[in-house]
């Protein structure tokens, strides 16, 4: 991979406002895993790549490095999970699913894995808002950052730890035929996030359940 110029597809976890015009972008990309990049003057009203970065869209870019940073160069839109922003719990539950994975994964380790695994969660959750599929991505996300530790659940009821292993062993695509009842859905939801702030230390802005 030539150092200077990256050719790529990304998917879009963050957006921050910079200088007057301008936004960085957290960006989980193909190639390079998560990088940070400059997206000069879309925030200007006839800016023609502004769509095409929005939060969570799936674009194909050409970046430019330099002074150690990355510059959007071009874009081409592959896919903008439509029916997550026209549904408000949609674009929560997606905002939880960004920030863990953001906060989660490190910088510049590139997964082939992680990228299918982000977009193929994307995907469905523009189809379905169910609680349970997001606990399957929170859970297999820790898994795959190796952070998950079967101990850790050993002390709570056995119909958590029997939802924690369907959610483990299961197809990603096959979470959605798990039917568990709302408190318990709501508090694997709870014991997942306690899990994820532990790891990072910190914890997590989004709230699912208030």
């Known amino acids: 991979m030539n150092e200077r110029y990256l050719n790529t597809e990304g998917i879009i976890l963050k957006r921050i406002n910079y200088k007057d015009a ?9 190639e390079a895993g998560k990088i940070s990049a ?27 490095k330099s002074h150690g940073m990355y510059i959007v160069a ?8 439509p029916q997550i922003r026209g549904n408000l719990e949609r674009t929560n539950l997606a905002y939880y699913i960004t920030e863990i994975f953001d906060k989660l994964i490190p910088e510049e380790e590139q997964s082939d894995l ?33 952070f998950y530790s079967k101990n850790k659940i050993e002390s ?4 958590i730890k029997e939802y924690f292993k ?26 997942l996030r306690s899990l994820t702030e532990e790891v990072l230390e910190k914890p997590l802005k989004v709230k699912l359940f208030v």
């Open 156 to 159: 709570f009821p056995n119909e």
């Open 74 to 81: 071009q874009t081409e839109v592959i896919a903008t999970n």
């Open 114 to 146: 992680l990228f299918k695994f982000l977009q193929k969660t994307l995907k469905v959750l523009n189809e379905s808002s169910d609680i349970t599929f997001v606990n399957g991505f929170n859970l297999k996300l820790l898994k795959l950052t190796g």
């Open 22 to 30: 301008d936004k960085i972008l957290t960006i989980y990309t193909k």
């Open 38 to 64: 400059i997206a000069k003057g879309i925030r200007k009203i006839n800016s023609k790549r502004k769509s095409h970065l929005e939060l969570l869209n799936c674009v194909k870019m050409h970046l430019i």
């Open 166 to 191: 369907q959610l483990e062993i299961m197809k990603y695509e096959d979470v959605l035929n798990i039917h568990p009842d709302y408190m318990l859905a709501k508090t694997s939801h709870e014991i």
